[in-house]
């Protein structure tokens, strides 16, 4: 609800934001219901990006699942390999 995450910044005045939230569901319904999860977390990050930028937070921290890279990435992961392979076909 982007005017209660609005409000919250308001009240609560945060310097930093560390953003680990998202509606996240096993193999069967990320399977099932894949626009529903990619809607629901992108409205999830976007009223947390825009709350923040309006309260002037000073550091924002975006988490990511190791399930964003490709299959079969190097190990130890990088930011450099996102988007350079297909992803395990769970996770798509």
Same mark, same amino acid.
């Given at each position: 609800?982007?005017?209660?995450?609005?409000?919250?910044?308001?009240?609560?005045?945060?310097?930093?934001?560390?953003?680990?939230?998202?509606?996240v569901g096993g193999i069967l319904a990320n399977h099932e219901?894949?626009?529903?999860?990619?809607?629901?977390?992108?409205? !999830?990050?976007?009223? #947390?990006?825009?709350?923040? &930028? @309006?309260? =002037?937070?000073?550091?924002?921290?975006? +988490?990511?699942?190791?399930? !964003?890279?490709?299959? #079969?990435?190097?190990?130890? &992961? @990088?930011? =450099?390999?996102?988007?350079?392979?297909? +992803?395990?076909?769970?996770?798509?």
């Open positions: 609800n982007q005017a209660e995450v609005q409000h919250f910044f308001e009240q609560e005045k945060p310097e930093v934001v560390i953003d680990a939230a998202a509606r219901f894949p626009y529903q999860f990619l809607m629901e977390n992108m409205q !999830i990050q976007n009223n #947390l990006i825009e709350a923040a &930028l @309006k309260a =002037d937070v000073s550091k924002f921290i975006f +988490l990511g699942s190791s399930c !964003i890279y490709p299959k #079969l990435a190097p190990q130890p &992961l @990088k930011e =450099d390999y996102l988007l350079t392979g297909p +992803l395990e076909p769970t996770n798509e």
